[in-house]
């Protein structure tokens, strides 16, 4: 049994460790699932320290055959594009563990949901199997259905019906693309990635773009694309915060994380569909900035800006390029902490005053410094300032489009001035201005949520400032992935 | 030996350090401070003079290396900045006589102003004059000396403004500070063409370099520091700067425009001697602007009425006259006219007030018969040839205008096309309009048409294409793909039902049953 399979399996013995113990126990379960959480999140680590870096391809695989007469397998393993993604969501759920403490009614079934949601996020992430793949892509729905549906906020029961369904609808669609290469595939031959995509290559463009397009839907609505974010807004607007932050952290790069798979598996593909690629990658940045700018909610305005964010990512995967394909990848992490925090603080406000409306904040610097410092940083990260990490993935994204589309890249600067429009307004209504009445006895973050905060904060900042280590980590497996895409385009 | 150099403008840079910080932390305050502050600035000024002496002892002797580097200073591509210092030659008297001056009028000041409320800003900055004075002239690059030339111009500003809470000195301050700025705007253009053209920016190195440069660029090089020269050293027609500076404490005076300051100008024209010589035309304006100064002087000065008015153009007509002599080629006997009338002067302009005593009853002398009778001149001479007010016809006048322009434009076009919001706040004066503000604040706490309102073009443009957006979102993506998915399946679930409930029936039931053994027997 490797270490990607303990991994896995961590967040699952935390699930039979939460069942054993009595519903009451309030602590012990809050315990428990802290202890599990943060085990998986050093195991994380660990695959940092062993990870070799000058190797691109993947690292530490297991196989375990499942289901001989199909060929489909217990595939693990990661490289450089996986591997990010595994720590993040191992330190986004001890995060969220930690910001739970508000949490109060039916705390078993609470806590056994975000192990199985753990789980279900490690699995996509470490799947090399298409069909594991999307055995875990669907596993994480139950819990977050659960999650949303019984302790979200008023609307929660339209939301998480509306996630799901919107989800499913999109899943429907990467299954038949997926049934539709499996077709290319030789007899018996199983669903293993690297040989799906290898039968990818068998196939007449025309499929290949229309199985493109089935990925994009499944994987657009999860990320989101522009016109399939409708699930987004409500969903995390109406989710408990921890939830906000597992969503917008992890949840989202799923998509993303997939799609990157799928360019690599289908190239030509994609190249056809580039032009449409970055143009929905344009006006969703631009678009969800914009209506972030909009909200006077702080979770909807938090909530838009992903999907702006999410859509440097999208522009990032379509230059089809080195440089744009990093940004990508640092954007996903940079995306994860930045929006993370951003729903942790805003979860922690919302928890002390029960009101998200900007309106009725003022002045907060004064009861909550170091809540002010923590949220500035934040959100000067969310407008990809130097010396945050976003900035690094912008920068990165946008050589990358300026290579390939030269001044299109104008609406990247468009996008970057709105979210400095948004998170400007937003640090001056919440910390200046007159004091209110209302808003003289707030308590300051405390140590659980101080430490929570500090995690992701110091990441934005540490990572912004040298992000060498960050870039190194993907950057074998990135040349790799160039290197096929460019074997292939030509 | 030549480390020396460095620490001489270094001591009375740590003592202004030490009163200004003192006096800020509320250590050195009132008179029981003035004997620390005295004994600070005196006993860096007597450091640097004493180092001063030994180091031109050592050059007399012939000890000395010419230069002396402390390190890089600043490095970026191919410029690259020395820290470097002159060891030998004219820079070395200069430096040892200013050193002098400085600590006599150091000494004399302390008398002077006791129980002065500035006392300890007064010493502050007369410290901090003299460390810049001493950098100017012992410094061997252009940026060395241009930073000593920019804090003597500072200071000249704040000792001028010593009584800031009249209006005069205040005035008097700013425009002298301004006539000054010229000067250092042709300083700048002379260091850029100096490093554009020799490539160097090391005195010693541009005045090896002069001969081999073309005479159109050595005569622009030459202009632009004899501009500098020219603002420093109050020539025409930038003389009347110095009556307005004579505004300031009496010591202060003495040494900044009576021996030291005033000299800068003359000093970088004999220390870019070979430059000059190498721009002919340059040495023609130096002597037709020295001449002409000290005619004016003459004419002017004779109608003075105050002591310090008259020293102020007898100043300017002297060094008129060192001007004049360097623009005739003699070299040493301008520098000697610089350090006696350096000495000389400051002994007068020290004495000034004491003047007043010794002419009582000693008349002036009249003027002589011809100059009597000619009224226009005399005319011309209280007005002091009407230079202020062409000054301000001319240039301040137009700026003021333009400026005024721009503001309207600023305020009225751009703030209001870039959405600036500071219109709003720079209307507040009184703390009464801020209370009734923050009032308003709190009223319109409700107020949701304010919000997602941009200003201004930009701000506009995302407010509608936001409403636009926001319409969509609504109507398309959440009402009708979100919403209408949930009620759609709703319906089919319930259309699904009835379909269930109806096949149940037995009715429906058989007739299934009878269709499929039809559909059986036709095969």
Not at chain 2, 286 to 301: K, N, Q, R
Not at chain 2, 358 to 385: D, E, T
């Amino acid at each position: 049994m490797g270490i990607l399979s303990i991994l896995l399996f961590t967040p699952a013995v935390g699930i039979c460790a939460l069942a054993l113990i009595s519903r009451h126990k309030t602590s012990q379960l809050r315990s428990v699932a802290n202890v599990f959480a943060t085990i998986a999140f050093f195991l994380s680590c660990w695959l940092i320290v062993i990870y070799n870096q000058e190797d691109g391809a993947l690292q530490l695989a297991e196989q375990f055959l499942l289901n001989p007469k199909l060929g489909t397998s217990f595939a693990l393993g990661i490289d450089g594009l996986s591997l990010p993604m595994v720590v993040m969501a191992t330190l986004l759920t001890s995060v969220a563990l930690l910001a739970s403490l508000s949490i109060t009614a039916s705390v078993k079934s609470y806590y056994i949901s975000i192990l199985m949601l753990e789980l279900g996020m490690l699995g996509v992430f470490m799947a090399q199997d298409w069909s594991l793949y999307y055995i875990f892509w669907e596993l994480t729905l139950a819990p977050l259905f659960l999650l949303i549906g019984r302790w979200g906020g008023v609307r929660r029961h339209m939301a998480s019906l509306n996630f799901v369904l919107y989800t499913m609808g999109g899943s429907i669609f990467m299954l038949i693309s997926l049934l539709a290469i499996s077709q290319y595939m030789p007899e018996h031959g199983g669903t293993l990635m690297s040989s799906m995509s290898v039968a990818a290559q068998s196939m007449p463009k025309n499929e290949q773009i229309l199985v493109m397009i089935g990925f994009l839907i499944g994987f657009g609505v999860k990320m989101p694309i522009f016109p399939l974010h409708g699930w987004l807004p409500l969903a995390h607007v109406e989710a408990p915060s921890p939830i906000s932050i597992l969503m917008s952290g992890i949840l989202l790069k799923m998509g993303a994380y997939g799609l990157i798979r799928a360019v690599v598996m289908l190239p030509e593909a994609t190249q056809a569909l580039q032009v449409f690629l970055v143009v929905l990658a344009l006006i969703g940045m631009i678009y969800g900035g914009l209506l972030a700018w909009r909200q006077t909610d702080l979770k909807a305005m938090v909530a838009y800006s992903s999907v702006s964010h999410m859509g440097v990512v999208l522009l990032g995967i379509a230059t089809l390029d080195e440089a744009g394909m990093t940004g990508a990848v640092m954007q996903m992490v940079a995306h994860g902490l930045v929006a993370g925090a951003m729903f942790l603080l805003v979860g922690l406000l919302y928890e002390r005053t029960h009101t998200r409306n900007i309106m009725d904040y003022s002045s907060l610097v004064q009861v909550m410094p170091r809540f002010a410092l923590f949220m500035t940083i934040t959100f000067l990260a969310a407008m990809s300032l130097p010396g945050s990490v976003g900035f690094i993935a912008e920068l990165h994204t946008y050589v990358g489009g300026f290579q390939q589309w030269g001044n299109l890249m104008v609406f990247l600067g468009v996008s970057i001035i709105i979210s400095s429009a948004y998170a400007m307004r937003t640090i001056g209504m919440l910390f200046t201005g007159p004091v209110k009445s209302h808003m003289r006895e707030i308590e300051d973050l405390r140590i659980p949520e101080l430490l929570a905060s500090s995690v992701l904060v110091l990441g934005i900042v540490l990572f912004g400032l040298w992000p060498s280590p960050l870039i190194d980590l993907s950057a074998s497996t990135m040349n790799l992935m160039n290197d096929i895409i460019s074997q292939r385009i030509k | 030996m030549e480390f020396l150099i460095a620490l001489i403008p270094l001591f009375p840079l740590l003592a202004a350090f030490f009163i200004g910080i003192g006096n800020l932390l509320g250590k050195i305050n009132g008179e029981a401070g003035e004997s620390m502050t005295s004994n600070a600035a005196i006993g860096a000024i007597t450091m640097s003079c004493i180092l001063a002496l030994l180091l031109l002892g050592a050059d007399l002797f012939g000890k000395n290396a010419t230069t002396y580097t402390l390190g890089q200073w600043l490095s970026s591509d191919s410029l690259e900045i020395q820290a470097v210092f002159i060891t030998s030659g004219f820079n070395t008297v200069i430096t040892a006589l200013f050193a002098i001056l400085l600590f006599i009028v150091t000494r004399f000041s302390v008398n002077y102003m006791h129980r002065e409320a500035g006392f300890h800003r007064y010493f502050f900055i007369l410290s901090l004059f003299s460390a810049a004075m001493l950098l100017l002239v012992s410094a061997g690059s252009a940026v060395g000396t241009f930073i000593g030339w920019e804090i003597a111009g500072l200071s000249s500003y704040l000792l001028i403004g010593y009584a800031y809470d009249r209006q005069v000195p205040t005035g008097n301050a700013t425009r002298v500070y301004v006539t000054n700025r010229i000067g250092d705007a042709g300083f700048v253009l002379g260091i850029g063409l100096s490093y554009f053209y020799a490539g160097t920016i090391n005195w010693l190195e541009l005045n090896a370099m002069a001969e081999h440069l073309t005479m159109p660029t050595v005569t622009v090089i030459a202009l632009c520091f004899a501009v500098a020269a020219f603002v420093k050293s109050a020539q025409l027609p930038f003389s009347p700067w110095l009556a307005r500076a004579m505004e300031g404490p009496t010591p202060s005076s003495a040494i900044f425009y009576g021996s030291v300051m005033i000299h800068a100008g003359v000093f970088l024209v004999i220390m870019l001697q070979p430059l000059f010589e190498q721009a002919p035309f340059i040495m023609v304006l130096l002597a037709i602007a020295g001449f002409v100064t000290a005619v004016y002087s003459f004419i002017v000065g004779l109608t003075q009425t105050d002591v310090k008015s008259s020293y102020s153009f007898a100043i300017s007509g002297q060094l008129g006259l060192i001007f004049l002599e360097c623009g005739l080629g003699l070299w040493e006997l301008a520098a000697w006219h610089l350090c006696a009338h350096a000495i000389v002067r400051c002994y007068q302009v020290l004495t000034a007030p004491a003047l007043m005593h010794n002419v009582i009853g000693n008349p002036i002398k009249p003027v002589g018969h011809m100059l009597r009778n000619s009224r226009w001149l005399y005319i011309a001479s209280i007005q002091r040839f009407w230079l202020d007010p062409i000054a301000d016809r001319t240039l301040a006048r137009p700026i003021l205008g333009i400026g005024q322009d721009l503001d309207y434009i600023d305020s009225y076009v751009v703030d209001r096309a870039m959405g600036d919001p500071i219109l709003f706040s720079r209307s507040i004066s009184t703390l009464n309009q801020l209370e009734q503000k923050i009032m308003a604040v709190e009223q319109r706490d409700y107020d949701h048409h304010q919000f997602g309102r941009g200003n201004g073009i930009a701000g506009k443009m995302m407010e509608w294409v936001g409403n636009i957006f926001g319409w969509f979102e609504e109507r398309l993506v959440i009402q009708a793909i979100g919403m209408n998915i949930v009620d759609l399946g709703r319906r089919i679930g319930q259309a699904a039902n009835t379909f269930e409930e109806l096949m149940l029936k037995p009715r429906y039931l058989a007739l299934f049953v009878f269709i499929v053994l039809l559909i059986a027997a036709t095969r």
